[in-house]
Structures are given as structure tokens and as C-alpha cells.
């Protein structure tokens, strides 16, 4: 009867326990199965965002603008716009590979340690002496093959167009422990590299300052030449063409990162990869990078200009009689047909003219020498008109609009003008003034609405406006603005010449 009793006790208790536990088990399963639908929720979601991104890409890569000289039209904060400063660190610490990549226009890296060079693979490593276990959970894995951190980088400075940048050549950036002697270093330098891409529209005179030279200028400029460029698909015609600049940002010869050079394994104590770039042809004093001099500006980089090419800074031919102009000239797309008329009513009006017709041959000291020493440079919207670049400050730019092409005259030249400290006029042609006024009917919207054909997409654009246009200048209505500005030039040459007449009195 104890017996009994013991077990039946324990048999109850056993029972009550068995539903106490399947209670509770029941609780865990609802428990669990609203987490089940909420994960499921939260994944149906994430999935149909990440397709409604997919979405938008695919369409504006399909109606995008795949161009060269691009409309940049996207609504960007000043932030953006002006590509105000990267987060760098003041003071990073050895062993360090560090990415910014929320820039619109560039990505950029920052390495500082022990770095070494690898161009059959593409690749730049950073070694550290930390200690690898800690990222290994203990799995069997030789540790100078384990990667620490990779980042990959396009060293280009046109990140939002995908079409262009699919042909830049891709560094990969790896932090690895520190490695036995199966990579050493062939040449040790004691300064800092730069690694940048002269790949993608470098050919044409724009994108090769404003996507290259002024971003080197403006990565490099705090260094005070105390740094080494290494460049990934290299020109030759290109370091001839601007060997007299770079040699203004570097005391050393660059190193060519070519895979096909089978170079040697170059090493650094630190390194960026990529450039910064603030605006078209701008440079923004406000987002240089950290420790660039006061002076590193617009005017800072046309002194440096001065100095490549051995000009004497702020001469000016206040001293001639006759105000030199220069005048650029294009053959094929936006010439201007009776260009011989418009120099001949220059010359009368009393202006000195030179003609300058540069192409890719043409020495860059021979353009700067012309324009340098020139009062008022004119010519119609194009990749020329870059050249304003080596005009004094204070001279006239007189840049003639094609139809069509109002944004882009503005944004690439004519804003960039007006920061430089130049006096610009922008000559916005008539209807007449175009020889698509020849080819379309009078009321087509080429000739009447530009802005609506330019909403089509830049193919139209390019394919009406830019290949297929030329201009023939009312000389009427231009001989109205050549008069305003030679009067213009003496009424500022008297003015000069008193106040140096009082400064010698005094």
C-alpha cells in the first residue's frame, strides 16, 4: 500500500510535469512561429526593396546618360556638390586601410603601414603584426594567406557613370598578418604614394583636368611634392603632355602599375588610392585635404601653372596698344563658319588677333604662351575652351552658346570662369546663327524648345546639338559686344594706370 501510494504520488507528479512541459513546449512553439512570420515579413520586404532597387538601377542604366561630358543634373547637396572634406582620420595608426566611398564623383583609400605592391594581381597589401587567431575561430588556416580586410577600388574620379568606369582597372586592397618572406620588397621608398587611373576619357583636354590634373593637384598639394604617383593604365603621350605639371606635385619620377610590366614589388609606409574632386574645374579651399597650404586654390593652381611653363605671374599687356585676343578655333562640329569675317571685324574694331587651333599634338606650353599673354580668349562651347584655365585673372572669356547647350556652356565653363576671378560673357546664338536652322522647320523643337530634346536623353544631345552643329555669328550683333569689350579693356587700363601713377607719387 506504501507502494502504491509512493508511485502513484510519483506518477501524478510525473503527469502534472508532463503537461506542465508540453504547456510550456506549446508556448515556445507559438513563440516561435510569430518569430518565423516576422522573419518571413521583415525578408519580404527586404526582398522587395532590394528588387525595387534592382529595378531602378537596371532602368537608369537603360535610359541613362552614358556619355562623356555628362549633364549632371541629379539633385546633390552642397555637400556633393562641392565634394567637401573625406573623413580622414587626423592620425591613423600603423597597419590601418581605411575607405571612404560615400562620395557622388570618388571613392578614396588610405593605407599606412607596411605596404608592398603586387600588379600581376592588381593587388596592394598592407601587413600587419596583428595577431591573426582572433579572426580565425580557432579553424586551421595558414595565416599569411588570411585576408584581414579587402576593399576594392576604381581610382577614377567619375563614380556615378557605370558605362565609363566599367573600363577603369579594378585594386584590390588587402590587410593581411605579417607575411613571411614570400613577397619582399624590391624598391623601399621613403615617401608616400599616390595611385590614380589615367584610363577612361583621358584624350580629351576637359576630362583630363578636370578628372585628373586638378583632383592630383588638389589630393597632392599637401605633401609639397614630397610624394610619388604610381599610375595604373599608363600613357606615355600623357606624362609628355603634362610632364612640366607634374613635375610642379612631384620630385620623383612616377612608377608605371602595369601588369603587364612585370614591375617589381614598390614599398610604402603610406598610400591613397584614388583623388579627390570637388567640382567641374573647381577647386573648393574649404574641402582640400588635411594640412594643404591657405593659398591651395583656383589662383593657387593657375600659379602653378605659371611655374610649369616658366611664365612671369600677373603679366598682363596693359603695356601694348592693341588688346590681344585669342581666338580658339574648331573645325567640323560648332565651327564658326565665317570665322575669317569675325577677324577681320576684330582687327578693325582694333584688336591684335591670333588664331590658336590646338589638337592632340600641340605642345601645352605653345596653347599656354597664347593664352597667357592674351587679354580676351573667345570660342564656341566645347572640350577647348578647358584652356581658360591659363588666362590671368581679370581677362575676358567670351564663350559662344550653340543652341542646345545653355547647362553645360554654364556648369563646365562659365561657372568655373567667374571662380577663377575672370570676367565672363556667355553669347547665347539665335536660331539663325545655327546651321540647324537650315535643316529643321522653322517652329521644330530644335529650333524652339532645346530643353525638350535635351530631356530625350544626352544621345540626342550629342547626336543634334554637339556633332551636328555649326554656327555663322550675326556679326552685327557680335561686333555690339567686341566694341563694349575693347572699350572696356582701356576704361580698366586708364584706371590701372592712374593708380600706378599714384603709387609712384606717393
Same mark, same amino acid.
Given at each position: 500500500?506504501?507502494?502504491?501510494?509512493?508511485?502513484?504520488?510519483?506518477?501524478?507528479?510525473?503527469?502534472?510535469?508532463?503537461?506542465? %512541459? #508540453? !504547456?510550456?513546449?506549446? +508556448?515556445?512553439?507559438?513563440?516561435? &512561429?510569430?518569430?518565423?512570420?516576422?522573419?518571413? /515579413?521583415?525578408?519580404?520586404?527586404?526582398?522587395?526593396?532590394?528588387?525595387?532597387?534592382?529595378?531602378?538601377?537596371?532602368?537608369?542604366?537603360?535610359?541613362?546618360?552614358?556619355?562623356?561630358? %555628362? #549633364? !549632371?543634373?541629379?539633385? +546633390?547637396?552642397?555637400?556633393?556638390? &562641392?565634394?567637401?572634406?573625406?573623413?580622414?582620420? /587626423?592620425?591613423?595608426?600603423?597597419?590601418?586601410?581605411?575607405?571612404?566611398?560615400?562620395?557622388?564623383?570618388?571613392?578614396?583609400?588610405?593605407?599606412?603601414?607596411?605596404?608592398?605592391?603586387? %600588379?600581376?594581381?592588381?593587388?596592394?597589401?598592407?601587413?600587419?603584426?596583428?595577431?591573426?587567431?582572433?579572426?580565425?575561430?580557432?579553424?586551421?588556416?595558414?595565416?599569411?594567406?588570411?585576408?584581414?580586410?579587402?576593399?576594392?577600388?576604381?581610382?577614377?574620379?567619375?563614380?556615378?557613370?557605370?558605362?565609363?568606369?566599367?573600363?577603369?582597372?579594378?585594386?584590390?586592397?588587402?590587410?593581411?598578418?605579417?607575411?613571411?618572406?614570400?613577397?619582399?620588397?624590391?624598391?623601399?621608398?621613403?615617401?608616400?604614394?599616390?595611385?590614380?587611373?589615367?584610363?577612361?576619357?583621358?584624350?580629351?583636354?576637359?576630362?583630363?583636368?578636370?578628372?585628373?590634373?586638378?583632383?592630383?593637384?588638389?589630393?597632392?598639394?599637401?605633401?609639397?611634392?614630397?610624394?610619388?604617383?604610381?599610375?595604373?593604365?599608363?600613357?606615355?603621350?600623357?606624362?609628355?603632355?603634362?610632364?612640366?605639371?607634374?613635375?610642379?606635385?612631384?620630385?620623383?619620377?612616377?612608377?608605371?602599375?602595369?601588369?603587364?610590366?612585370?614591375?617589381?614589388?614598390?614599398?610604402?609606409?603610406?598610400?591613397?588610392?584614388?583623388?579627390?574632386?570637388?567640382?567641374?574645374?573647381?577647386?573648393?579651399?574649404?574641402?582640400?585635404?588635411?594640412?594643404?597650404?591657405?593659398?591651395?586654390?583656383?589662383?593657387?593652381?593657375?600659379?602653378?601653372?605659371?611655374?610649369?611653363?616658366?611664365?612671369?605671374?600677373?603679366?598682363?599687356?596693359?603695356?601694348?596698344?592693341?588688346?590681344?585676343?585669342?581666338?580658339?578655333?574648331?573645325?567640323?562640329?560648332?565651327?564658326?563658319?565665317?570665322?575669317?569675317?569675325?577677324?577681320?571685324?576684330?582687327?578693325?574694331?582694333?584688336?591684335?588677333?591670333?588664331?590658336?587651333?590646338?589638337?592632340?599634338?600641340?605642345?601645352?606650353?605653345?596653347?599656354?604662351?597664347?593664352?597667357?599673354?592674351?587679354?580676351?580668349?573667345?570660342?564656341?562651347?566645347?572640350?577647348?575652351?578647358?584652356?581658360?584655365?591659363?588666362?590671368?585673372?581679370?581677362?575676358?572669356?567670351?564663350?559662344?552658346?550653340?543652341?542646345?547647350?545653355?547647362?553645360?556652356?554654364?556648369?563646365?565653363?562659365?561657372?568655373?570662369?567667374?571662380?577663377?576671378?575672370?570676367?565672363?560673357?556667355?553669347?547665347?546664338?539665335?536660331?539663325?546663327?545655327?546651321?540647324?536652322?537650315?535643316?529643321?522647320?522653322?517652329?521644330?523643337?530644335?529650333?524652339?524648345?532645346?530643353?525638350?530634346?535635351?530631356?530625350?536623353?544626352?544621345?540626342?544631345?550629342?547626336?543634334?546639338?554637339?556633332?551636328?552643329?555649326?554656327?555663322?555669328?550675326?556679326?552685327?550683333?557680335?561686333?555690339?559686344?567686341?566694341?563694349?569689350?575693347?572699350?572696356?579693356?582701356?576704361?580698366?587700363?586708364?584706371?590701372?594706370?592712374?593708380?600706378?601713377?599714384?603709387?609712384?607719387?606717393?
Amino acid at each position: 500500500m506504501v507502494y502504491f501510494q509512493i508511485y502513484y504520488y510519483d506518477l501524478h507528479e510525473t503527469r502534472k510535469f508532463d503537461e506542465t %512541459s #508540453f !504547456i510550456n513546449k506549446s +508556448k515556445i512553439m507559438k513563440k516561435e &512561429l510569430r518569430l518565423i512570420k516576422r522573419v518571413q /515579413s521583415k525578408l519580404l520586404s527586404l526582398l522587395f526593396l532590394s528588387f525595387l532597387s534592382c529595378s531602378l538601377i537596371w532602368v537608369s542604366q537603360i535610359f541613362g546618360f552614358p556619355f562623356s561630358l %555628362s #549633364f !549632371i543634373r541629379e539633385e +546633390k547637396s552642397s555637400h556633393e556638390k &562641392l565634394g567637401s572634406d573625406f573623413s580622414i582620420p /587626423s592620425s591613423i595608426s600603423n597597419g590601418t586601410l581605411y575607405c571612404d566611398k560615400s562620395h557622388f564623383r570618388t571613392d578614396i583609400c588610405f593605407m599606412k603601414g607596411d605596404i608592398r605592391t603586387n %600588379s600581376s594581381s592588381s593587388s596592394i597589401f598592407i601587413y600587419t603584426s596583428t595577431n591573426p587567431k582572433s579572426h580565425l575561430n580557432d579553424f586551421a588556416t595558414h595565416f599569411e594567406e588570411h585576408e584581414l580586410k579587402h576593399e576594392t577600388i576604381k581610382p577614377y574620379t567619375r563614380k556615378w557613370e557605370t558605362s565609363v568606369m566599367n573600363t577603369i582597372d579594378q585594386l584590390h586592397l588587402i590587410s593581411k598578418p605579417l607575411a613571411n618572406s614570400d613577397h619582399k620588397c624590391d624598391v623601399v621608398h621613403n615617401v608616400p604614394a599616390i595611385f590614380f587611373s589615367t584610363g577612361g576619357y583621358t584624350g580629351n583636354v576637359y576630362h583630363e583636368f578636370n578628372d585628373g590634373i586638378i583632383p592630383l593637384y588638389i589630393t597632392s598639394q599637401h605633401f609639397n611634392k614630397e610624394v610619388i604617383f604610381v599610375i595604373l593604365e599608363y600613357h606615355s603621350w600623357w606624362y609628355t603632355k603634362y610632364a612640366q605639371i607634374l613635375r610642379q606635385l612631384s620630385n620623383f619620377p612616377l612608377i608605371n602599375f602595369d601588369s603587364n610590366n612585370h614591375s617589381k614589388t614598390h614599398c610604402f609606409q603610406e598610400a591613397i588610392v584614388g583623388l579627390k574632386i570637388h567640382d567641374e574645374l573647381t577647386i573648393d579651399s574649404s574641402g582640400l585635404m588635411e594640412g594643404s597650404s591657405s593659398t591651395a586654390n583656383m589662383l593657387g593652381f593657375r600659379n602653378l601653372l605659371s611655374r610649369a611653363f616658366e611664365a612671369p605671374k600677373g603679366v598682363l599687356n596693359h603695356h601694348k596698344k592693341k588688346p590681344k585676343m585669342v581666338l580658339l578655333s574648331r573645325s567640323g562640329s560648332r565651327a564658326i563658319i565665317n570665322e575669317h569675317l569675325l577677324v577681320k571685324l576684330a582687327q578693325k574694331i582694333g584688336f591684335n588677333v591670333q588664331i590658336l587651333k590646338p589638337n592632340r599634338k600641340t605642345e601645352l606650353g605653345t596653347i599656354y604662351e597664347a593664352i597667357s599673354s592674351s587679354d580676351i580668349m573667345i570660342g564656341v562651347h566645347g572640350a577647348g575652351m578647358t584652356h581658360l584655365l591659363f588666362l590671368e585673372p581679370k581677362c575676358i572669356l567670351v564663350q559662344v552658346i550653340p543652341l542646345g547647350t545653355d547647362w553645360a556652356s554654364e556648369n563646365y565653363y562659365g561657372q568655373p570662369a567667374k571662380k577663377m576671378g575672370l570676367r565672363y560673357i556667355g553669347y547665347k546664338i539665335h536660331p539663325r546663327e545655327s546651321s540647324l536652322y537650315q535643316k529643321y522647320n522653322k517652329d521644330d523643337p530644335v529650333l524652339t524648345d532645346p530643353n525638350s530634346v535635351n530631356k530625350k536623353g544626352w544621345g540626342y544631345t550629342k547626336t543634334v546639338y554637339l556633332d551636328d552643329q555649326k554656327v555663322r555669328l550675326d556679326l552685327k550683333r557680335f561686333n555690339k559686344l567686341l566694341v563694349r569689350v575693347y572699350d572696356d579693356h582701356f576704361v580698366n587700363l586708364r584706371n590701372t594706370s592712374r593708380r600706378q601713377h599714384g603709387r609712384l607719387i606717393l
